[in-house]
Structure formats: structure tokens, C-alpha cells
């Protein structure tokens, strides 16, 4: 069991418009999950993606899978 807190923290790129998430990767180690949460409602849900499905999803954002943005 761990007591270790997400750290989180919004990628280089945001530009702070307002439209933006955070992730904590802190806890890949420990629980192999990877939070992420709408930084205009740190109070709200969070989604645990495992660390596979996180590094997918990164993966496809980068060689375009999911189409412009």
C-alpha cells in the first residue's frame, strides 16, 4: 500500500487557455496508474489510466491517430 499523493502538473505546451489537463506521473511507479484530471476543476473526478493505455494514447496524440485538434 502506498500513501504517496499525485503530484500533478500540466504538459510544457499548455498555453494556460483555459482548456487543459493534468496528469501525475508519480504514481506510475508505485501503482502503475497514470491520473488525469481537468485542471478548471482540480475538486473533480479523475481518470486512472494504466500506464500501458497512457503511453498508447501519448503515442497515437504524437503520429496524429486522432486527427487534428
Do not use: H
Amino acid at each position: 500500500m502506498t500513501t504517496e499523493s499525485p503530484r500533478w502538473f500540466k504538459s510544457s505546451y499548455s498555453s494556460n487557455g483555459g482548456d487543459c489537463i493534468e496528469v501525475a506521473a508519480n504514481l506510475v511507479a508505485p501503482l502503475g496508474v497514470v491520473p488525469v484530471r481537468d485542471s478548471k476543476n482540480p475538486g473533480g473526478p479523475q481518470l486512472n489510466a494504466s500506464a500501458a493505455a497512457f503511453t498508447a494514447f501519448v503515442a497515437g496524440v504524437k503520429t496524429g491517430e486522432f486527427g487534428a485538434v
